[in-house]
């Protein structure tokens, strides 16, 4: 799958939980900081990746996913990867 593609199922996960305008989702923007979204918010979206990509994401990875950008790389790094596999966060300076 196609990074776009991973961005726009994320995009639509995030418009169902933040107030923000659908045009602020932008790569760079921060999901709690920029999006007001609080740690609830957060595990609900994790919960909603995993089931719409068939991937696990274990909670210390899902602290480390700050930013859009971060989530996509994330999850298009998993799809790649075995998906009975439990990889921890392997992201920027990690």
């Given at each position: 799958m196609e990074r776009r593609e991973i961005?726009?199922?994320l995009i639509?996960?995030?418009?169902?939980?933040?107030?923000?305008e659908r045009k602020?989702?932008?790569?760079?923007k921060n999901?709690?900081?920029d999006l007001?979204?609080?740690s609830l918010d957060v595990a609900e979206i994790v919960y909603e990746l995993e089931?719409?990509?068939g991937i696990k994401i274990p909670d210390d990875s899902?602290?480390?996913l700050l930013s859009i950008s971060d989530t996509v790389d994330f999850v298009h790094r998993r799809l790649q990867?075995?998906?009975h596999e439990d990889h921890a966060f392997e992201g920027h300076g990690a």
């Open positions: 961005e726009e199922k639509d996960i995030l418009a169902r939980h933040s107030a923000a602020a989702f932008t790569p760079d999901l709690k900081l007001g979204l609080d089931e719409a990509f899902a602290e480390h990867e075995d998906p």
